[in-house]
């Protein structure tokens, strides 16, 4: 199975359609946003024949539809959520508290902790669990370009994560 990871893309409709088109080319089967989509509009996107979608809730996601608009096509998981596909646990949070964020990775409940926030790309493993930040939209002080990241449950650790430049 193939899983498609976003994150901060802050009501960027631009952004929002190429990582939708990048997820539909590459026929992931599953969408994962980290959360700080924004408002509901923008979740509106992800509304596809191609994926089945979850998001979890960012710091800067100030509108309370977005769940219910969410909900209305995928699957909201509130301020963190977890799942296993294909044998994989994962556990996702957008990673506003650092401490918490950690607390996931160190736990060693998961394979895979995705979490956004930064704005900065990064894959971490640590005791077993794989740490995922796909990136999000571009700040100064983090990624220069808009990145989304793929993991393939064929795969484990760290091959399974690759993240790909789309702005």
């Given at each position: 199975m193939q899983?498609?990871?976003v994150s901060d893309t802050h009501d960027n409709l631009d952004h929002v359609d190429q990582a939708v088109s990048f997820f539909e080319s590459e026929d992931v089967d599953r969408v994962i946003h980290c959360g700080d989509i924004v408002a509901p509009f923008s979740a509106t996107p992800f509304d596809s024949d191609s994926?089945?979608?979850y998001a979890?809730?960012?710091n800067n996601d100030g509108e309370w539809a977005l769940s219910n608009v969410v909900d209305e096509f995928g699957t909201y998981l509130g301020e963190c959520g977890q799942f296993t596909v294909d044998g994989v646990s994962i556990a996702v949070y957008h990673g506003t508290n650092k401490l918490l964020r950690e607390a996931l990775v160190d736990s060693g409940e998961y394979d895979y902790v995705f979490h956004?926030?930064?704005h900065e790309r990064a894959i971490e493993s640590r005791n077993g669990t794989v740490r995922v930040n796909p990136?999000?939209?571009?700040?100064p002080g983090a990624d220069d370009a808009f990145y989304v990241a793929t993991l393939d449950t064929e795969q484990s650790g760290v091959d399974a994560i690759t993240h790909h430049k789309l702005g």
């Amino acid at each position: 199975m193939q899983l498609g990871i976003v994150s901060d893309t802050h009501d960027n409709l631009d952004h929002v359609d190429q990582a939708v088109s990048f997820f539909e080319s590459e026929d992931v089967d599953r969408v994962i946003h980290c959360g700080d989509i924004v408002a509901p509009f923008s979740a509106t996107p992800f509304d596809s024949d191609s994926f089945e979608f979850y998001a979890v809730r960012g710091n800067n996601d100030g509108e309370w539809a977005l769940s219910n608009v969410v909900d209305e096509f995928g699957t909201y998981l509130g301020e963190c959520g977890q799942f296993t596909v294909d044998g994989v646990s994962i556990a996702v949070y957008h990673g506003t508290n650092k401490l918490l964020r950690e607390a996931l990775v160190d736990s060693g409940e998961y394979d895979y902790v995705f979490h956004g926030h930064t704005h900065e790309r990064a894959i971490e493993s640590r005791n077993g669990t794989v740490r995922v930040n796909p990136g999000g939209l571009p700040i100064p002080g983090a990624d220069d370009a808009f990145y989304v990241a793929t993991l393939d449950t064929e795969q484990s650790g760290v091959d399974a994560i690759t993240h790909h430049k789309l702005g």
